[in-house]
C-alpha cells in the first residue's frame, strides 16, 4: 500500500445549507407512570421565525410518516403533535396537530419534521441517557430543549424537564436557556463512498459553511474537491467531491481546519486523516486485546488492530462466540452498523458503550471507538471468540482468567493485551494482564505490554536527582522510567535516608507496561513528607520468566531557601 503525503491547498468549494423554520423543542416519548400530564405522547414543535407557518404539506417522521393537518403556526409558537385519539386529554395545553397515530419508542428512537419539499428541517434521534436521573428515566418526564437558537442537534442540550408536572407542552420550556459549549469539533474518521466522494465523520454537528473558506481542507497530491454538502440529518458527517477519481491501492491523507461545530467553536489546530478506497478483502485483522471480566460499572470490550496492508471496511467484520464444549459458532454479529474503514496500523475498541470504556482507562477516545448494539458474550472465566471478514476467518484466541499474571490479585476490570502483533493467537504466552499504571486496559491505542524485542529489565533515567515535594509546580515528584523490555516485569522500589533507614517501602509488587515510569511523590510510610536529604531508591526487577536485575540509584530532597 502506498501513501502519498503532500497536502495542497484547494479550490474554493460551493456549499449548500438548509435553513431551518420549525424546531423540535420537546418530545414525551415515556408518558407513563404520569407525574401530572395526561398519559400522552407528543412531539412539541416551535416556530422561531418571525412568519407563521402552515404545516400544510408537512411530514412528522417518527418510524412512520405522519401527514400534519393544515394548521398555522404564528411566529415564535408552539403546537403540540399527538395522536388523534389524544387530541382532548392535551388541548387544554396549547394548540393541538392531531396525527393518525403516533409511536415513539423510549430510547434510541428518531424523530424528524420534514417540509412540503421533503428537506428534514430539524431531526433528533434521542436516547434515555439524555435523562441521566434515575428517578426520571422511568416515565412521565419529558425531554426539553434547552437552547432552541440551535439549528443542530446536541446530546448536551435535551434534558429532562423540570416542571413538576412532568414536562411544558405548548409552553416556553423549563429548560430554557443558553447552551455552553467551548469544545472545538473533532474529525473522527473518513472513508470513500466511492472512488469521486469522499466522507468525514465528525462528533458532533458542524458548521458546513465552513469548508467554502480557502484552505479549510487539503487533500494529498493530486487530489483537490470541489464541492461539500452536509451528509446526515443530524449534520455529523461532510460528504467531499474529489477530482481525479481516488485510485485503489492508494493511501492518502486529508487535513483539515477552520471548520465550526454548529455553537461556532472552530478547529484551529490541523487534524489529519487518511483516505482511501477500501479493498474487496481482509488480511491481518487480529484480535489485539479483550476485557471479559470488566468492573461493576464497566461493559466488555474486542479491540481490533489492523496488522496488514489493506483498508478494510467494518461493516465486512463479525464476531462470534465459539462454544467450548461443542465448537460450534454463536451467529455472527456485525462490528458495526454504519461505515467506517479501518486503515493499516489503526486500532478498534469495539463495545456496548464506548463513552463508559474510553474514559475508565488510558485510551485513544474518543477516537479509535465503535460502537455496537450487540457484542458476543464473554464469559468471565474462559471463552473463545473469531473474528471473521465475511464468511472467513481472520483471527480467532482462547482466553482464560489464569493467563493473568500470578500477582494480580484483582482481575475484575484488567483486559488481557496481546504482547506482539505477530505472534499467535492460541498460545498463552501471547497474551499479559494490562499494566497497573495504565489503569487496567489501552483500548483504542498501543498496548501497554506491547514488546518488540527481549531487551532486559533495566532502569533507563531517574529524574529530577533534586526534586522538592512543596507543590508548588516545579519539580514535585520523582520519576523512575524503566526500559522497553519484557512483558509483565515486576518491579519493588525501597526508599531509604542517609542513615540507612527504610522511608518508603509500600509500593511492593507493581506490574509495569513494557514502557512503563512510576512517581514518588515524596511521602514517606508515615504520611509525612520526607525531610531534605541524600536519599538512595532500591530497585528490584524481576519478570514471572525468572530474570532478575536490581538497581541502586541517589536523589535528593531539597527544602526552599
Known amino acids: 500500500m502506498k501513501f502519498l503525503k503532500s497536502l495542497p491547498v484547494i479550490f474554493s468549494l460551493s456549499c449548500s445549507v438548509n435553513a431551518q423554520s420549525l424546531v423540535i423543542s420537546e418530545i414525551m416519548a415515556d408518558p407513563s407512570p404520569t407525574v401530572g400530564l395526561p398519559e400522552a405522547e407528543y412531539v412539541e414543535l416551535y416556530n422561531p421565525t418571525n412568519n407563521p407557518i402552515s ?10 410518516i405522519r401527514q400534519l393537518p393544515g394548521k398555522t403556526i404564528p411566529p415564535s409558537s408552539y403546537i403540540i403533535v399527538c395522536a388523534n385519539a389524544d387530541t382532548l386529554a392535551l388541548s387544554g395545553l396549547g394548540p393541538i396537530a392531531g396525527v393518525s397515530s403516533l409511536s415513539l419508542t423510549n430510547t ?15 431531526s433528533v434521534s434521542y436516547s434515555d441517557s439524555w435523562y441521566a436521573d434515575p428517578d426520571k428515566i422511568n416515565g412521565g418526564w419529558s425531554l426539553e430543549k434547552m437552547d432552541l437558537k440551535l439549528n443542530c442537534q446536541l446530546p448536551g442540550n435535551w434534558m429532562p424537564s423540570i416542571n413538576t408536572t412532568g414536562g411544558t407542552p405548548g409552553a416556553i420550556n423549563s429548560v430554557d436557556g443558553d447552551y455552553e459549549d467551548q469544545e472545538q469539533p473533532l474529525l473522527l474518521h473518513a472513508y470513500c463512498l466511492d472512488s469521486s466522494s469522499l466522507v468525514l465523520i465528525f ?59 454548529c455553537v461556532g467553536n472552530l478547529i484551529d489546530i490541523p487534524q489529519i486523516m487518511p483516505f482511501g478506497i477500501k479493498d474487496s478483502f481482509g488480511e491481518n485483522i487480529i484480535i489485539n486485546e479483550v476485557l471479559f471480566n470488566p468492573k ?24 462470534t462466540q465459539v462454544s467450548l464444549t461443542t465448537g460450534n459458532s454463536s451467529d455472527p454479529l456485525s462490528v458495526a452498523a454504519t461505515e467506517r474503514y479501518l486503515y493499516p496500523g489503526q486500532y478498534l475498541a469495539i463495545s456496548e458503550n464506548v463513552e463508559s470504556v474510553g474514559k475508565q482507562y488510558r485510551s485513544s477516545y474518543p477516537y479509535g471507538f465503535q460502537q455496537t448494539p450487540d457484542l458476543p458474550s464473554l464469559n468471565i472465566d474462559e471463552g473463545k471468540i473469531k473474528l471473521l471478514f465475511k464468511n472467513t476467518t481472520l483471527d480467532s484466541m482462547y482466553y482464560h482468567e489464569d493467563f493473568h499474571t500470578e500477582i494480580l490479585y484483582d482481575r475484575k476490570g ?77 518491579s519493588n522500589i525501597t526508599i531509604y535516608n542517609h ?29 509525612e513528607v520526607a525531610t531534605p536529604g541524600i536519599y538512595v531508591a532500591w530497585l528490584e526487577l524481576f519478570s514471572l520468566q525468572g530474570e532478575t536485575s536490581y538497581e541502586k540509584v541517589a536523589f535528593v530532597i531539597a527544602e526552599k531557601l
Open 55 to 64: 404545516l400544510s404539506g408537512w411530514v412528522l417522521f417518527d418510524g412512520s
Open 108 to 122: 434510541g428512537d428518531k424523530v424528524s419534521i420534514r417540509n412540503p419539499q421533503g428537506v428534514a428541517v430539524d
Open 203 to 261: 462528533n458532533e454537528p458542524i458548521d458546513i459553511t465552513g469548508f467554502s473558506n480557502p484552505g479549510s481542507i487539503s487533500l494529498s497530491n493530486p487530489y483537490s474537491t470541489s464541492s461539500a454538502s452536509l451528509f446526515d440529518e443530524q449534520g455529523t458527517s461532510a460528504l467531499l467531491h474529489v477530482t481525479p477519481s481516488i485510485t485503489e491501492g492508494i493511501i492518502g491523507q486529508l487535513e483539515i481546519s477552520e471548520i465550526a461545530d
Open 296 to 319: 461493576e460499572d464497566g461493559f466488555d470490550f474486542v479491540e481490533l488492530y489492523n496488522n496488514g496492508h489493506s483498508i478494510v471496511s467494518v461493516l465486512d467484520l463479525f464476531l
Open 414 to 490: 484488567v483486559s488481557l493485551e496481546r504482547i506482539h502483533p505477530n505472534r499467535y493467537s492460541f498460545e498463552s504466552t501471547t497474551w499479559h494482564s494490562a499494566s497497573f499504571n495504565s489503569g487496567g486496559a489501552t483500548p483504542g491505542q498501543q498496548n501497554s505490554q506491547f514488546a518488540t524485542d527481549e531487551k532486559g529489565l533495566h532502569l533507563i533515567e531517574l529524574y529530577p536527582e533534586i526534586f522538592s515535594p512543596d507543590l508548588d509546580g516545579y519539580h514535585d515528584f520523582l520519576t523512575f522510567r524503566f526500559a522497553d523490555g519484557v512483558a509483565g516485569a515486576i
Open 499 to 527: 542513615d540507612g533507614v527504610v522511608v518508603f517501602n509500600n509500593r511492593r509488587n507493581t506490574l509495569l507496561g513494557t514502557n512503563d515510569h512510576y512517581s514518588w511523590d515524596g511521602i514517606n510510610d508515615e504520611g
